[in-house]
């Protein structure tokens, strides 16, 4: 049998092991411990909502949209009085009350109006809660691939390092070609820059999660490696409860009161009021003293003014939530469809490099290095097989960050981030 059919097959059995090997090695490696982590991570969670200030700014809101609600409630007009006193051939002087009446109960209209708003506010203190969260997960979910890609690019690094000085002492025993011997310094040269370019990645990771944090956490929380099959799943009902759906629904419940208020507004409050006093009176020598009593009744006439125009900007107003609440509707739905198939697909090859993981790197490397020792195998095929074995694990990794991306999309799509947070492990 000839040396050249020899290394052929090496080559093959070399390549198909690598093919096989190399996703093992990437979830031993990158997976962080579900059971170990997950209260961590809800913890971690927990404590930036309740810290972060877009999040208290949005409570704040919820506090305000309660006091005009308890505003909104009180009567509209308050009482007024009046004293008068004159003195010419006769003294008077009187002491009355007006009350204007809210003929039209543009109080109520006033209270729905902000009980429709408390509710905008209540959900949409959800909505920037479940974004955040969904941010951050994906923040830890980038943080984590660049950290696991710098391991990477250190363990390339090395073997890179070993490799080259392995070949200057090839060269100087005459087993190296200098062609051979240059193109192994190149590689050094090449992954000591993506080792370089890791490194950056990963501190940009880590100050993406601060800026959204506040916190320079060196040691920032796992993620969950065994992400929970996805289901089937009722897209209608998983809609209507969007925090997002229900903050748009309560701003159209909102302008449609204020259509009501406008239309209300058009009709006259009149105003009541009574009047008592004493009127004394000097004539022809003589002092008479009455007693006076009044009533009156105001109304005002809209005959300038109709406000038929608050109407019309009202009623507009309606119907412009109306269209953009049908077409937040829209939106979300295709929204939550694709984060559905994303999560679907990223978790079904996430299963499949599970399924194909055998033997490990130092394996892989071993056998690498004892075929080109052997003279089995030139520099350049080398290079490739092993460039081949550490990119099936860089592809790895991206497979499981698409996996978590997908993941966190879905929790916020779905509107179960909540759910997540709060179920137990």
């Known amino acids: 049998m000839s040396t050249i059919f020899l290394r052929r097959v090496s080559r093959v059995f070399l390549a198909a092991a690598i093919a096989a090997a190399s996703v093992n090695l990437a979830l031993a490696q990158t997976s962080p411990k579900t059971e170990a982590t997950s209260p ?29 609600v308890a505003a909104a409630d009180r009567p509209i007009y308050n009482p007024q009085l009046q004293i008068e006193a004159e003195q010419s051939e006769s003294r008077l002087g009187t002491v009355g009350l007006e009350q204007a009446l809210d003929w039209s109960d543009k109080r109520g209209a006033n209270t729905n109006i902000a009980s429709a708003e408390l509710q905008v506010a209540r959900a949409e203190y959800i909505v920037r809660r479940q974004e955040l969260t969904g941010e951050l997960l994906s923040g830890l979910a980038d943080y984590h691939t660049a950290e696991a890609a710098q391991a990477l690019a250190q363990e ?44 950056t990645d990963l501190a940009q990771a880590g100050q993406n999660l601060a800026a959204v944090t506040g916190q320079a956490v060196q040691d920032w929380p796992e993620l969950p490696a065994d992400i929970p099959a996805p289901v089937d799943f009722n897209a209608q009902a998983l809609l209507t409860a969007l925090p997002q759906i229900r903050a748009l629904q309560a701003r159209s419940a909102a302008a449609r009161a204020r259509v009501e208020l406008r ?41 300038r003014n109709s406000f038929a125009a608050e109407v019309d900007t009202a009623s507009a107003e309606l119907a412009e939530a109306e269209q953009t609440k049908h077409e937040a509707f829209r939106r979300a739905r295709a929204r939550l469809l694709s984060a559905a198939e994303r999560y679907r697909l990223s978790h079904a090859a996430w299963q499949a490099w599970q399924r194909s993981g055998r033997p490990s790197l130092s394996s892989q490397v071993s056998q690498l290095d ?3 020792k052997y003279g089995e195998m030139s520099t350049a095929d080398y290079l490739v097989q092993l460039n081949q074995t550490l990119e099936t694990r860089a592809v790895a990794l991206k497979i499981q960050n698409r996996l978590w991306d997908a993941w966190a999309d879905w929790l916020v799509a779905s509107g179960e981030v909540d759910d997540w947070l709060t179920r137990k492990p």
């Open 263 to 303: 239309r209300r507004e058009r009709r006259p409050d009149p105003t009541v009021g009574a009047t008592v006093g004493q009127e004394r009176t000097f004539r022809n020598g003589e002092d008479g003293s009455f007693g006076v009593v009044g009533l009156n009744l105001s109304v005002p006439l809209f005959v």
């Open 40 to 68: 961590v991570l809800r913890g971690f969670i927990q404590t930036t909502l309740e810290t972060n200030p877009g999040i208290l700014a949005a409570r704040a809101e919820i506090e305000a949209a309660g006091g005009r």
């Open 156 to 199: 390339r690094a090395r073997l890179m390092t070993d490799f080259s000085d392995l070949s200057q002492k090839r060269r100087r025993a005459g087993d190296l070609s200098q062609i051979e011997l240059d193109l192994a310094s190149l590689a050094r040269t090449q992954a000591d820059l993506e080792l370089s370019l890791a490194a």
């Open 370 to 372: 004892r075929i080109w």
